[in-house]
């Protein structure tokens, strides 16, 4: 499946993120620092 919503709770070191999919379902939820944020986004 393919996260349609992405959230981010910003905060100074810890991220909060979650992905849903078109129906609302929860794809994940995770807590990131700062430098594993990038890497979410930009995969290589």
């Keep these: 499946m393919k996260a349609t919503t992405i959230g981010i709770d910003l905060a100074k070191e810890v991220f909060q ?13 995770k807590q990131l620092n700062r430098s594993q944020i990038v890497p979410i986004f930009h995969p290589t």
């Design 17 to 29: 993120v979650h992905g849903v999919d078109e129906h609302g379902k929860r794809l994940f939820n």
